[in-house]
T-cell receptor, first 114, second 115 residues
Framework: DQQVKQNSPSLSVQEGRISILNCDYTNSMFDYFLWYKKYPAEGPTFLISISSIKDKNEDGRFTVFLNKSAKHLSLHIVPSQPGDSAVYFCAASETGAGSYQLTFGKGTKLSVIP | DSGVTQTPKHLITATGQRVTLRCSPRSGDLSVYWYQQSLDQGLQFLIHYYNGEERAKGNILERFSAQQFPDLHSELNLSSLELGDSALYFC??????????????FGPGTRLLVL
C-alpha cells in the first residue's frame, strides 16, 4: 500500500508559467515532508521541506503548501524555467519513530517548454 | 555534487551471484541510508545505519545485508541475485543529530543489472 502518492506521472508547463506538483499521503503520523528533484543519471537532490506545524514554506521560486486535514501537499514553482525539467519526488518522514527514513512517491516528471 | 560517493556506478552480473555496493557519506555525517529504485517505482527505503549501528529496516530482503564501518562508510551486500533485483541503488547520508529534522543527501547511485 502506497503511503505517499503522486498521481500525475508527468506534467508539461510553458516557461514562465506556474508549475504545480501534487502529493497525497495516507499515514497521519508523517510530520515532515520534503521535495527532491532528480535529473537523469544523478541522485535526488533536496529542494524544499516543510514541517507539519507549518502550512507553507517558501524558498525563492519554490513554495510548498501543506494541508494536513486533506493529507495533501503541493509544490509550486514560479516562474518555471527549462532547467526545472526533472523528476520531482515527494517524500515524507515520521520523525518520532527514531529513524528519519523517507517514504517516497513514484515521482512526477516535469517538462518546462521554452 | 552532494558529497556522497557510491561505487561502482554500474554493475552487470548474473543470477545467483553476490555483489557489494559501497557508499561513502558526506564528511561528518553519521547516518547512512540505502534506497532501491526499481523501474516505475519510487525510491524504496531499505535500511538505515547511524554511527555503525542499525537504526531501522524497511523493505529489505533477507538476501540483502548492510553494514557501516568505523570510518562511517557503508556497504550493501546483495546475494543470490534474481532478475528482479535489477534496479538503481542509492545511498544517502545525513548528519544524524537527533531529534532534528534533517535533509538527506543522495549519492549518484549504482545501477545494477542482473542477467
Amino acid at each position: 500500500d502506497q503511503q505517499v502518492k503522486q498521481n500525475s506521472p508527468s506534467l508539461s508547463v510553458q516557461e514562465g508559467r506556474i508549475s504545480i506538483l501534487n502529493c497525497d499521503y495516507t499515514n497521519s503520523m508523517f510530520d515532515y515532508f520534503l521535495w527532491y528533484k532528480k535529473y537523469p543519471a544523478e541522485g535526488p537532490t533536496f529542494l524544499i521541506s516543510i514541517s507539519s506545524i507549518k502550512d507553507k514554506n517558501e524558498d525563492g521560486r519554490f513554495t510548498v503548501f501543506l494541508n494536513k486535514s486533506a493529507k495533501h501537499l503541493s509544490l509550486h514553482i514560479v516562474p518555471s524555467q527549462p532547467g526545472d525539467s526533472a523528476v520531482y519526488f515527494c517524500a515524507a518522514s515520521e520523525t518520532g519513530a527514531g529513524s528519519y527514513q523517507l517514504t517516497f512517491g513514484k515521482g512526477t516528471k516535469l517538462s518546462v517548454i521554452p | 555534487d552532494s558529497g556522497v560517493t557510491q561505487t561502482p556506478k554500474h554493475l552487470i552480473t548474473a543470477t545467483g551471484q553476490r555483489v557489494t555496493l559501497r557508499c561513502s557519506p558526506r564528511s561528518g555525517d553519521l547516518s547512512v541510508y540505502w534506497y532501491q529504485q526499481s523501474l516505475d517505482q519510487g525510491l524504496q527505503f531499505l535500511i538505515h545505519y547511524y554511527n555503525g549501528e542499525e537504526r531501522a529496516k524497511g523493505n529489505i530482503l533477507e538476501r540483502f545485508s548492510a553494514q557501516q564501518f568505523p570510518d562511517l562508510h557503508s556497504e550493501l551486500n546483495l546475494s543470490s541475485l534474481e532478475l528482479g533485483d535489477s534496479a538503481l541503488y542509492f545511498c544517502a547520508s545525513s548528519a544524524g543529530a537527533l531529534p532534528a529534522r534533517e535533509t538527506q543527501y543522495f549519492g549518484p547511485g549504482t545501477r545494477l543489472l542482473v542477467l
